[in-house]
Structure formats: C-alpha cells, structure tokens
C-alpha cells in the first residue's frame, strides 16, 4: 500500500517548527510494511491544502494530514478537506459536548471557536484525541483514505497508532503477514559503536529488519519482525533480541516502553529500599526523573538540589575542610555527599552527583563536562567520574542518566 | 519570490531520520520576506525526483533540493536533476582534485565512486563544501533557479547561508521589502482565549501577520511585521506588540528568546535576592528548570525536594499537627514550606509546591492535578491554588510554570 503525508500549517512553512510527525507517521507505515511515496508540507490555506491533497492523492492509497484542527481561525484543515470533496460540514454533537465538558472540567472559559473543532465533513469518521480538545477524523473516498489528525506531536503519535494504522489494516485487508516490535534502549556507546557490535548478526535470515535511534543520551535500538503468523514473528524477534543482548548487555538498560526511572522503581519496590538525592549539576533533573514515574513517593523520601557548598556542608554533612582540600568537584565530595545524605535522611540508598555543565566554571584540570556520581548503601559506596563535552542542557542530561545508570547496576548487584 | 524545498532521501521515506534541513531553510527564506510554497520529501529514485522537482517547479520560482548527492549507489540527486532538463554531465577536474586532496589528508583510501561527486550538470554552477566533500550546484533553468546541496545537515545549513541564500537574491533583485519578527510568550490563557483577546486588532492594517504556537503549557504569539525598510518595519512591529501587550499584560511573561526561569534570573540578580526552594507535587522540576540558567548557583541557595511528611517536617520546619490537620496538599502546608524554607536556608525567598500529580493519591475534594504554590519573603506570602486535569507528567510541568509565574509575580511586586 502507498502513503502520502501531508503537514499542514504556517509554522512549518516559515521553519518556526520542525515537522516531526512526518517522520514517526513514516516510520510507522515502514513498520507495517507500506510504502511511502511522498511527505509534503502546506501553509494554512484553502486552495493550497486541496491541491497538495490532490497531488497526494494521485499517487497513493492514503493520505495522511496532520494539523490545522485546532480553534484559531488559521485551522482550516476541515473547512479545506470537506471543500476538496465537495462535502458538506456538519456539527457532531457528542464531540461538540465532550469539548464542553473539558471546558467545564478545566474551569476554562468557553471561547465560541472552540465549536469548529466538532464539525466534519459530511461522511466522516471521528477518530477520538484523548489527549487533547480537537478529534481527528477519517474519510473513505473512492476506495482511497483521508485521515486528517492534529499536529501537536503527541496527540498525533497516539492518533496514528490507536486509530489511523487499525482504520488502514481494516479498509486495506493484508496479506497475512505478521509483524511484531520490539526496542532495545541501551547508555554508555555512541550509535556507530552500537552498530559495530551488532553488525555480524545476520538480521535478513532471522527476518527481522534493525534501526537505530539516537534519542540523546540514549541509543535505541527498534527490530521488526515479520512472520507469517504471531508465533513465527514473535520467535525470530526473540532470536534476534537475544543476539543483541548477549553481545550489547552491559549497556542495554530497558526494552519497549520501560525508561530507565521506570526500571529503576521496579527494583527500588521489589528490594524494598528507599532513596534520596543530593544533586549539584545536574539541578533537580535526577530527583525529577525519578519523580516522573507515579508512586515514586513511596521509595524516594527526599531530593535535595545542594548548589551552595553550605548546603553541601549543613544539608549533607560534607566536612568544609573535604570541600576545601579536593574541591566540591571531586570523588571524595560526591562520595561524602551520598553517604551523609543516607544517613541524615535516615534512607538505604544515597545518590549524589557534582560536576560542571557549564558554559562557564571550567578549569584546565576540571573542564566543563566533568561529573562525578556516587551511590551509597549500608555495605559500600560506588563512584564514577566522567567527561562529557556537551553544552550545560546536554551535560545536565547526560550527566542525569549517567547518575540513573549507575543507581540501576548498583541496585542489581553489579558492585557487590 | 516564490520557494519549493525538496529533501531527498529514503532514510526520510522510512523514518529513519527526521528531517531538519527544510525547516532551516524555510526560516532563512522567510527571514528574505520569500514564501515557502511547498516542502517535500521523496525517495532516492530518478522517475520519483525528476516528478516533484516537476512539481515544485510548476509554483515556485526557485527550487531547493537537499540530500543525494554522496558517493554511494542510491545518491542519485545529481543524476535526477540532469535528467530531469535534459543536460548531459560532465566531471569538474578542480572539484575532482579537492576531493582526492581531502582523501590524502584524512589518509582515507580512495574508492573509485567518489569521483561521482565532482559530476555536475552542464552549465551548472559549483557551490563549494567547506564541511565535506560533496559541493553542491545551482542552475539557471528559464528564469527559474534550482540548487542541489548536500543532506548532512551542517553542510546544507552552511551552504544555504552561504551560497544559495547570495545566489536568490542575485538572481532575483528584491524589492525593498523588510521583515522583523517577534515572539510574545503568555502563561494562564487557552490558545482560544489568547486568540479571543486579540482578534479585534486590525493586523493587516499594520502590515503584520500573527501566528499563535502552544508550547506546553505556555501559549506563544508570532508576529511578523513588513516593511519598506527597517525602521518601519519596527514600527508596525511595535504598535502590534503595544495592542497585544495591553490586552495580556497579566499572561505575558516574556518576549522573543527569553524564557521564564530566564526573566527570574534577571529579576533575581537586579534585585540582589537568593532563594530556595522546596518541591513536593513537582518533584524537581522547578529547581531543574531554574538550573537550567548559567549562573544559577548565584542567586539558588539550594532545592528540595520533600516528597515525604517527615521530609517537610524535619527540612522545612513545618508542624506535624498542621500537616496531621489540614493535609499535606493544603495552603496552610505550603505557606509554612515556603516560610520555614527561607528560614532554615537563610535566603531571601522562599518557594514551594505542594498537590496531586496523579494517576493516583486524588479525592473528591482534592482531585489529581490539584496544586498549592507559595511564595515567601520577610514581608509576606503569597498562595495560589489551581485545579488541572492533565496526565502526571503535563501536571508537574504546568504546575512548575505555575510556580515561576507566580515568583515572576512576587518579583515584580504584584502582591506588594
């Protein structure tokens, strides 16, 4: 089957914001095993949203459009689409309704425009947004599709997934072919050198096709398998999961939708310990990592963000004269600061980190990106120090899954 | 003057690889005052690229192609676009010598297809890569000017600037037209209601465009004035900016780069003021934010984060019996975290959050995405109480912009 992808607004014609959703709706037809024939972007305007679809359409089987369905009176993707049919609009009185209730829940004002988000061309399907106020929709026409979806990214991605792929592989039947996913997320090795260590794998005889995916500091690696049924699939992604493991094992950290807090909390619930934080450069970006995963309240009792090197001596017991001789870069304070914290927070774990992010506080000795980690239980403390050369947003995020990495390798005994 | 972009390649056609070249591109363009009419992307085939180029071609005046033009089988710009005019190749000895000079230098062995890359179209111009080894070409076609230059993004963006941007407007002498930009950013309104409370401003009389762009959870306005030169550019840029500024001044909170945490940063300073802060419900990410400024250890004493009772009892000084009384999420909570905070850290201020992230931990009186904030001096305090209904994660970042806007508040004497 052929795919076209149109994304549709100003934004994105005067290079304000990058379209991303052209490439994750590709990457998900590739996945499915459909081709794309071609992605094209269009300003907010009638006449030219119906000729870029026309194009579109001329030479695919779908086509997918993306935004333009918000309120404001530059959305008007509906207006154009129903336009290109000759459809008439209608109002959807459930969906208008369920855009009222969200206004009503969120105390919000209720603004009259917010009514174009529940109108669609005549002949339409809504596609629920469970993420946000504008629905999508779907028309069949002529035997073709036109799915037309928001374009704020996370709307769209979820859209995709839990509507327009299911719509496609009802309207288009397959053949019976089987594909299934799987995504390897691994730390501490640049992409090629991922690349490097898998590349003897012969992926085309187990049937199964490799990507990497660069998503800063990570690097993930994404295999789809086909077969011709669930079990075929399933059995040759295992294979090829478990050559990357054997070979990628001390980097890879979590597989599908897990992060790396997401796995950490697992062990932190299954060992039953508590933890707290004592941050320098890295800002509150651990604790808030952590935080992010719900329930997060009942393993970490504190997080502390010691800048000053006061909070580092009143708030963790750093003796001033550690400070002092070695500096509040240095293992010696990373190791002091995790084991005070542990103990004046009354946790098992203590997780501190101190360091440079820059762009200013460098020395020739401690350059910007220098980092030092440690993690403290009862029995020991392990320390990591590393050097980064990223700028301060980069050196805090790489410098944060650094911290989480090592917490995670502690917690399953790597240390013991 | 009329732009198409088209990115080249079937790493774009899968998904592998977002593509980033055409937003650069169509925000220098429009940075001339010339309109993008369309952006696409196409696969590394010959029928495929010699078709859009058709295409674009048909409504542009000048036609920018990026991508395709390596030294390995399925770079086949050059190709295309010979193909596509009818014009024969030829080898440019000077280019082919460059590239040879650059494989002695790197000490790369040369492979006989790299030769590929100093093959032009016939009477095209070369455009020299100073970053690589591919140069890029513009030919004159009837009037209309078409470009091909490398995908590696620091290439293409290099050779825009430097070359296809000077060849336009050679080509193509501008009117007198000039653009300035700028962006307004608000914090508290739906996208709607910044849209509602605007509308009545007569935008075209001023010669100015408005844009509106949510980045969760701010709402950001776009402006883009023109102009026969700079001076009255900035003028009709300047009485937009006014009309807006007087309907939203109690959402505004920043304009053109600046960010929130950023506008602290100076108020801070100006005013000579440290503070601390103290996080439940945000776990972290009001502190992370703050340290994304350098130069944040100067005014940030330290960061906690009490996800615990005991935490806020023994860190901020709050009373058990008030925590026991009126719960953890409650006013009278925040207040005392927020005063006992400055205290105990002996800052100037002192800021806390105390709610609900959700999924779970809500009641009917206190749903998830309830929040109290509390900023406080030796002067006063100020709370504010808010309900959302998002997901945990939204919740903590709408509830740490709630925070800084309200410490933007406090700084700028709103509730003196």
């Known amino acids: 089957m052929k795919i076209g992808i149109l994304t549709i607004g100003n934004e994105l014609m005067n290079g304000r914001t990058a379209d991303t959703n052209s490439s994750f709706i590709a990457r998900e037809a590739n996945q499915q095993g459909w081709v794309v024939e071609a992605i094209m972007s269009v300003c907010d305007g009638l006449t030219a949203i119906k000729n870029r679809l026309d194009y579109l359409l001329s030479m695919s089987d779908a086509v997918i459009c993306s935004g333009g369905l918000g309120p404001t009176a530059d959305d008007i993707t509906t207006e154009a689409i129903a336009k290109a049919f000759s459809l008439p609009l209608y109002t959807d ?27 669609f061309p005549k002949g339409a399907q809504v596609l629920p947004n469970v993420r946000g106020t504008a629905p999508g929709f779907s028309l069949s026409i002529n035997g ?52 490097d260590k898998v590349k003897d794998i012969n992926f085309n005889s187990l049937g199964v096709n490799i990507g990497f995916y660069p998503v800063f500091p990570e690097n993930h690696i994404v295999l789809i398998a086909r077969g011709k049924n669930q079990n075929e699939a399933q059995k040759n992604l295992q294979k090829a999961q478990d050559e990357i493991s054997a070979r990628l094992q001390d980097y890879i950290f979590a597989y599908g939708e897990e992060t790396l ?28 990592r ?33 400070i002092e001789k070695h500096g509040a870069v240095s293992e010696e304070t990373v190791r002091l600061m995790a084991e005070g914290l542990r103990k004046l927070a009354g946790t098992d774990l203590g997780l501190a980190s101190t360091g440079i992010a820059g762009p200013t506080g460098g020395s020739p000795e401690k350059p910007v990106g220098t980092v030092y980690l440690a993690v403290a239980d009862s029995r020991q403390t392990a320390c990591r120090h590393y050097a980064y050369r990223w700028d301060r ?20 005994g790597k240390f013991s």
């Open 93 to 119: 009185e459930n969906v208008l309704n369920y855009i009222r209730d969200i206004f009503t829940q969120f105390n919000l004002r209720w603004v009259e425009n917010n009514a174009k988000q529940a109108m």
């Open 144 to 195: 073709k599709m036109v799915f037309a979806i928001p374009g704020v990214p996370a709307e769209a991605k979820l859209m995709v997934t839990d509507s327009v792929i299911p719509a496609l592989r009802k309207h288009f039947p397959q053949d019976e072919l089987y594909i299934v996913k799987q995504t390897i997320k691994t730390f501490g090795l640049s992409e090629a050198a991922v690349d």
């Open 290 to 322: 952590l935080t992010d995963v719900s329930g997060s309240s009942d393993y970490l009792e504190r997080g502390l963000v010691t800048y000053s090197n006061i909070a580092k001596i009143s708030m963790l017991g750093v003796p001033a004269e550690i």
């Open 261 to 288: 807090e997401g796995v950490i909390a697992g062990l932190l619930t299954e060992k039953k310990l508590t933890i707290a934080v004592a941050e320098s450069c890295t800002g509150g970006m651990i604790t808030n």
């Open 393 to 412: 947003q980069r050196n805090k995020e790489v410098f944060s899954e650094a911290a989480l990495f090592l917490l995670k390798n502690f917690l399953e």
